[in-house]
C-alpha cells in the first residue's frame, strides 16, 4: 500500500489507515481521477446508457411475450375445454354451410349455363 508523503508512522498511530494523510491524498486523487474520467468520456457514458436502456427493453419485451404466450396458452385451454362442447354443433353448423354452399354454387352453375345458352341464342 501507498502510504504517501506521511512516512509509515500514521500507520502505526491511526487504526483507520483510510483516514491518515497520506492516503487521505490518494483517496482525493482517485476521485478526482474518476472525475476526470467521467469528463473526458461523455460520448461513452452515452453508448452505456443506450447499451443498458436496450438491455432492459430487450428483457420488458422479452417479459411482455412471455406473458403473452402465457395468457395464450391459458386461452387455448379453454378454447379446447369449450372446443369439445362445440365439435358436435360445429359439425352439425359445418355439414349444414356446405350443403347450402353447394346447392348455391349449384344454382349458380345453372344461372351461369343459362346465361350462356341466352347469349349463344
Sequence with gaps: RHFGTAGFWPVLVDPQPL???G???CQCWVGLFKKKQQRIDPAAQAAQAAKEAE????IQAFEETKKLL???EQKNKELEKQRGLKEAEDKAAAEK???EEKAAADAKKKADE???AAKKK
Design 19 to 21: 483516514f491518515h494523510t
Design 23 to 25: 492516503s487521505m491524498g
Design 55 to 58: 438491455a432492459r427493453a430487450k
Design 70 to 72: 402465457e395468457d395464450e
Design 97 to 99: 354451410k356446405e350443403a
Design 114 to 116: 343459362e346465361a350462356a
